[in-house]
């Protein structure tokens, strides 16, 4: 079993950490809320960390999943940073969905200093981070990806290496593209049906038996209509990720005039106070503009 470190235990990270603990690894934990890091290391045997650096220290791959890009790269490059303790030859591996460029930017800096770095956003939201079944995409150098695969496996299933540095992130900004724009068309839909009368649970079973069948409105659809909007993915979290989206358009010259739409149908969900619950809350937006709400009759 290895020496691995694990830093950001919030939704996705805490069930993560704990499955790579329960893999039999032995797992270095830090995270923003120190007391998440001391309550996973009592809880199953971790290493508690009061700084990144003392776990890069302790680990031979560190993994962290943190909120967004200036998160990854104070605990990466800042002060007591990962890379203050990583040694030569170590490797980090960042889970977090940042910004593409800005992740590239700290690879090469890492590599600078004689340490490997993984893009490996992941995707399976809290269900599958509990279970152990997240999707990887991986970016970076694949030499260094085939010698760690071994420890993405208590957390993930599916590992796709996608290229060099900054590649991973681009196949899961492209993923959360598509699952954003048709959550935006699952809401309209069934703001539009349900307000001309339809049962909601008839129209999700005709959609799943047409060409419209699709995994994120399956898996969504049934929180919708009990009302239950606890975050597996929050808003503000997919929010965030559309924003990286649309730089990544702008940085590439590639127009995504739907995707703009959809952020501010995001933007308006965070205004309503709705930015810690699940991103299937956007549907609210439109329930309250159309006066009608969306539940299984």
Same mark, same amino acid.
């Given at each position: 079993m290895a020496k691995l470190g694990f830093l950001g235990l919030g939704i996705m990270g805490y069930p993560m950490a704990r499955n790579l603990l329960r893999g039999g690894h032995e797992v270095a934990l830090w995270s923003f809320t120190a007391g998440k890091a001391r309550d996973l290391a009592a809880a199953e045997g971790g290493v508690f960390c009061e700084t990144p650096r003392q776990v890069a220290e302790f680990a031979e791959c560190s993994f962290l999943?943190? =909120?967004?890009?200036?998160? !990854? #790269?104070?605990? /990466? @490059? =800042? %002060?007591?940073?990962?890379?203050?303790?990583? %040694?030569?030859?170590?490797v980090i591996?960042?889970?977090?969905?940042? !910004?593409?460029?800005?992740? %590239?930017? /700290?690879? $090469?800096? @890492?590599? #600078? %200093? =004689?340490?490997?770095?993984?893009?490996?956003?992941?995707? =399976?939201?809290?269900?599958?981070?509990?279970?152990?079944?997240?999707t990887f995409m991986v970016g970076g150098d694949q030499g260094v990806f085939d010698r760690v695969r071994p420890f993405f496996e208590p957390m993930g299933k599916r590992l796709y290496y996608c290229g060099g540095p900054g590649m991973g992130l681009n196949a899961k900004l492209t993923q959360n593209l598509i699952l954003s724009n048709i959550l935006l068309a699952f809401n309209e839909g069934l703001v539009l049906s349900t307000k001309a009368g339809l049962d909601p649970g008839l129209m999700v079973d005709i959609l799943a038996n047409s060409a419209a069948k699709c995994g994120l409105i399956d898996f969504k659809a049934p929180y919708v209509f009990r009302r239950d909007f606890s975050p597996n993915f929050s808003v503000k979290w997919m929010h965030k990720d559309i924003g990286l989206i649309l730089e990544s358009g702008k940085e590439l010259?590639?127009? @995504?005039?739907?995707?703009? @739409?959809?952020?501010?149908?995001?933007?308006?969900?965070? $205004?309503?106070?709705?930015?810690e619950e699940d991103m299937c809350s956007t549907i609210k937006i439109l329930e309250e503009w159309a006066g009608v709400e969306v539940k299984k009759l």
């Open positions: 999943c943190v =909120g967004d890009t200036e998160m !990854s #790269r104070t605990v /990466i @490059l =800042g %002060r007591d940073g990962l890379a203050d303790g990583a %040694r030569p030859g170590s591996v960042d889970a977090s969905t940042v !910004s593409p460029s800005a992740s %590239r930017e /700290i690879s $090469a800096e @890492l590599t #600078r %200093r =004689g340490v490997h770095f993984l893009d490996a956003p992941c995707t =399976g939201s809290k269900p599958g981070a509990e279970s152990g079944n997240l010259g590639v127009p @995504l005039p739907l995707t703009g @739409l959809t952020q501010q149908m995001f933007q308006a969900a965070v $205004a309503r106070g709705h930015g």
